[in-house]
C-alpha cells in the first residue's frame, strides 16, 4: 500500500491573461517530508504557494491535500484546510500594534477562540522553541531585529501544531549566520512536529540544509525534482547555472526597460 501524498499538485494552470504563469505543475510531497522550490525572481514561487493556501484558484488542475481535492471548495471546507497549515511569510508580516506574544497567539485567540492566558502560555512556549526568552513576548515588534523578527514568525507559524508549513523565504534578508540560525531552527521545528514541510527560496544554502527534495521551477514547469544530495550533479544545465549563480547560461533574464 503507497501512503497518499500530504500534498499533491496535478497539472496546476495559473495564468494572468496571456500570461501564464504555472503552465503544469505535478508535485507530490509526501507525510513528514521537507520540499523546497527554488527558482528566478517572478518565476510564479509565491503563486503557486498561493494557490495552494487557496488564495488563488488555479484554471485547471488538482490540489489535493491528504487526498481531499481542495480547488473550489467551499468556505467552510477551506477553514478546516487552513486550519493544518501554518505559514511563514516573505518579509515575516507582524502585526506592529500587537506585542510579540500577541503575533505568535494571534491564530490561537482569533481563529481557535482560545482564551488570551492559555494562548499566552503557548506562545511563550513557542518563542522557547525558536530560542527567546518570555520577556521578549512583551515587546513590539518594531523593538525587534530582522532576524529576532523571523524567528517570532516561525514560532507564530508552529503555534497551532499545523500539520502542514509553508515557509516563503525564510531567510531573504538576514546575514549567512542568523539565516542557518533559521535553518537550524525550521529543521528543528518542523521535526519536533512531524510536519510537512513546503519552502520556497532563492537561497541555496538553505535549500540545502532544510529540503528533503528541492524542485526547480521555470517558465511555468518543475523541470527538474530530486533529492537535495543529488543538486551539485543534477545533469540539468538550468539548475547548474541557478546554484552557481551564473548570468551565463540557458535560463535568460527578461530584462526590460
Ligand atoms: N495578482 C496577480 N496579477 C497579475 N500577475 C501576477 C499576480 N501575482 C503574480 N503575478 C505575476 O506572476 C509572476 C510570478 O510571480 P510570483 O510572485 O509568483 O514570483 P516569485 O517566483 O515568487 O518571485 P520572487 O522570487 O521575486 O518572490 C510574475 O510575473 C507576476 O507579475
Ligand atoms: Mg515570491
Keep these: 500500500m503507497t501512503d497518499t501524498p500530504k500534498i499533491e499538485l496535478t497539472g496546476v494552470r495559473k495564468a494572468f491573461g496571456?500570461?501564464?504563469?504555472l503552465d503544469g505543475i505535478d508535485l507530490q510531497v509526501a507525510r513528514g517530508e521537507s520540499v523546497v522550490v527554488i527558482g528566478g525572481s517572478g518565476t510564479g514561487k509565491s503563486v503557486m504557494l498561493k494557490c495552494i493556501l487557496g488564495l488563488m484558484r488555479p484554471e485547471r488542475g488538482s490540489i489535493r491535500i491528504d487526498g481531499e481535492e481542495t480547488v473550489g471548495v467551499g468556505a467552510k471546507q477551506r477553514d478546516r484546510l487552513m486550519g493544518k497549515f501554518g505559514m511563514l511569510f516573505q518579509g515575516g508580516a507582524l502585526f506592529d500594534s500587537l506585542k510579540v506574544w500577541e503575533n505568535v497567539a494571534f491564530g490561537l485567540i482569533q481563529g481557535r477562540n482560545m482564551p488570551r492566558e492559555q494562548a499566552r502560555a503557548i506562545a511563550i512556549e513557542?518563542?522557547?522553541?525558536?530560542?527567546?526568552?518570555?520577556?521578549?513576548?512583551?515587546?513590539w515588534p518594531a523593538e525587534l531585529s530582522g532576524?529576532?523578527?523571523?524567528?517570532?514568525?516561525?514560532?507564530?507559524?508552529i503555534a497551532a501544531n499545523p500539520e502542514i508549513i509553508f515557509f516563503d523565504e525564510p531567510t531573504t534578508g538576514l546575514d549567512p549566520?542568523?539565516?542557518?540560525?533559521?535553518?537550524?531552527?525550521?529543521?528543528?521545528?518542523?521535526?519536533?512536529?512531524?510536519?510537512?514541510?513546503?519552502?520556497?527560496?532563492?537561497?541555496m544554502a538553505s535549500a540545502r540544509k532544510i529540503a528533503?527534495?528541492?524542485a526547480m521551477l521555470y517558465k511555468g514547469r518543475l523541470i527538474w525534482v530530486g533529492p537535495a544530495?543529488?543538486?551539485?550533479?543534477?545533469g540539468n544545465e538550468?539548475?547548474?547555472q541557478f546554484i552557481h549563480g551564473r548570468a551565463e547560461g540557458p535560463i535568460t533574464m527578461e530584462l526590460r526597460a
Design 212 to 214: 528533503d527534495r528541492i
Design 126 to 139: 513557542k518563542l522557547a522553541a525558536v530560542g527567546m526568552a518570555e520577556s521578549v513576548g512583551e515587546l
Design 238 to 240: 538550468f539548475v547548474d
Design 229 to 234: 544530495r543529488d543538486i551539485d550533479h543534477s
Design 177 to 203: 549566520i542568523m539565516a542557518d540560525v533559521i535553518n537550524d531552527l525550521i529543521v528543528k521545528c518542523t521535526k519536533e512536529l512531524g510536519a510537512t514541510a513546503l519552502s520556497i527560496t532563492h537561497d
Design 18 to 21: 496571456p500570461k501564464v504563469v
Design 147 to 157: 532576524g529576532m523578527q523571523k524567528r517570532v514568525s516561525l514560532a507564530r507559524a
